[in-house]
Every structure is written in C-alpha cells, then in structure tokens.
C-alpha cells in the first residue's frame, strides 16, 4: 500500500516536471500563426505578438526559424534571476532584473486582453451595434461598462464621458496609473474623462493634452472607474 502511494508520487512529479519544462519552453511557430499587434504603454507604442491568445514576442534564430515567447514567461524568467541576484547581494543586477521583470509585466498586461480580444473576435466596434453584440458575446453592451477584454462598452463611454471614437481600456489604463500616478499618491476615485482632465492639469502634476494626450486620458478613465456596473446603480 505504501509503496504504491509512493510510487505514484513519483510518477505525478514527474509528469509535473515535464509539464512544466513543456509550460516554459519557447513555442517553435510558422510565421502565420503570429498576428501582429501595436500595444500603448504610457505614450510609447510597442510591437507585440499574439500566439492565439497569449501575448509574447517573436524570435527569429539564426536558421531563420521563428520561435515565440510568452511575456509571462519572460515574466517569470526574471523575477527568478532577480531572486538570484538578491540572493547573491548583487543590487545592481537585481534592480537590473527587477525592471526587465516589471517592462515584461506590463507588456502582459497591455497586450494580452488585445490578444484575448482577437481571440474572441470581439471588436469592439462591432460591440456597437445591437445586433452584432447579442451574437458573439455573451455579454449584452447594455447590461455593462465594461467588455471581458477590459475595453469601456458604448454605454461606459457615454457614462465616463469618453468620447465615442476613442478606444478605452482599463488593462491599458492601470499600466499607466501605475507609471504616471502612483509614485505620488493612490487616489482612487472614478471620475469622468473631463473631470481627470481638469484634476491632473494643475501643478505639481501639470498634466496637460500636450503631455498626457487623450488617448491614455481614455485608458486611464476606463481604470479608474473599474467596479462600476449599471445593475449596481
Ligand atoms: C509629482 C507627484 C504627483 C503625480 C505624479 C501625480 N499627482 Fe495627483 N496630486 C499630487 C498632489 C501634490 C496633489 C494635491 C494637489 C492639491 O490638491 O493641491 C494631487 C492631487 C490629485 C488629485 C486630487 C485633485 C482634486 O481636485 O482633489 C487627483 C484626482 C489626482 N492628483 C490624480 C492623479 C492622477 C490620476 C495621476 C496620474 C496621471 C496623478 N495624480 C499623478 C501629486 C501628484
């Protein structure tokens, strides 16, 4: 009896071990299972790829065959050499590892609801339109502020009053409240977009459209206000 719980511990962890080195291998790709994306972080645009729905970036090796690695792998890769670092009292190296860690990170979280949206297929232009939006999503535009992807439906924009044509995403939103916003306070609230706008303009934080364009104004509405639901008001 023993020796067969035991026995089939090991085989479990061995299956683990394998499923892991599997879980963390880069993923050998032909170039057409990549779609490329354009992600905003702060005012900066970056290149990312989607492997489905997994947010990463693409390599291509010397035999020009093309691999792909997920951020979050990349994620997890440097926050263990981090780890090493702290380990081994090495501060430079660690902050070194610390900002990969954290550029990654906030790759992932800007890029993967992008790649969940293709996924889904949920342009949210089409959420737009009634009958569009009863079919592919689960979710009725009316019911909600919010699309899974972390974009502001039709009727989140007029209740945040962001407009209409300007693309708001709460992901996006919270990488640059993370950038811009928290070295100084962690205010939360949930104002609208003209209501930031006015509240980030003046000194010390002298935000202005020249600075701080409308677009991540938008993004940062959209994270402000996450919580909010029309069935809870
Ligand atoms: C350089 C530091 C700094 C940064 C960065 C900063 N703030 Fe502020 N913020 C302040 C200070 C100081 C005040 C208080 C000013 C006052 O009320 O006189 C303030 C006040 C506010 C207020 C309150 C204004 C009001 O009308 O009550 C809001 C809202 C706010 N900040 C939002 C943000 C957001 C959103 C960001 C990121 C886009 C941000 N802040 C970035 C320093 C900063």
């Known amino acids: 009896m023993k020796h067969s719980c035991l026995h089939r511990l090991l ?8 499923a892991l080195v599997l879980m963390g291998a880069k993923t050998a790709v032909e170039e057409g299972d990549l779609t490329e994306i354009e992600v905003q972080i702060g005012s900066d645009t970056w290149i990312a790829w989607c492997l489905e729905e997994v947010a990463g970036k693409k390599k291509i090796k010397k035999n020009n065959s093309i691999v792909f690695i997920p951020y979050d792998d990349l994620v997890t890769r440097f926050r ?4 090493k670092a702290k380990q081994a009292n090495d501060a430079i190296l660690k902050k070194k590892f610390g900002k990969k860690q954290k550029s990654f990170k906030n790759l992932s979280n800007a890029a993967t609801p992008v790649c969940e949206g293709l996924q889904n ?4 232009e089409q959420g737009q339109d009634p009958e569009d939006g009863s079919g592919g ?13 972390g974009d502001v439906t039709p009727l989140g924009k007029e209740v945040f009053e962001i407009p209409s044509q300007t693309t708001a995403n709460a992901f996006v939103g919270e990488v640059i409240f993370q950038n811009t916003c928290l070295d100084c306070h962690e205010k939360r609230y949930r104002p609208t977009m003209p209501l930031l706008r006015q509240a980030i303009s003046p000194s010390p934080m002298s935000f202005t459209e020249d600075v701080f364009p ?20």
């Open 80 to 83: 263990k050499k981090k780890k």
């Open 214 to 233: 409308d677009q991540d104004l938008a993004d940062l509405t959209a994270y402000l206000q996450i919580g909010r639901s029309p069935l809870l008001e």
């Open 137 to 149: 999503s689960d979710e009725n535009p009316q019911d909600t502020y919010f699309f899974a992807n």
């Open 11 to 18: 085989l479990f962890s061995i299956f683990c071990s394998i």
């Open 121 to 124: 297929n949920e342009d949210p």
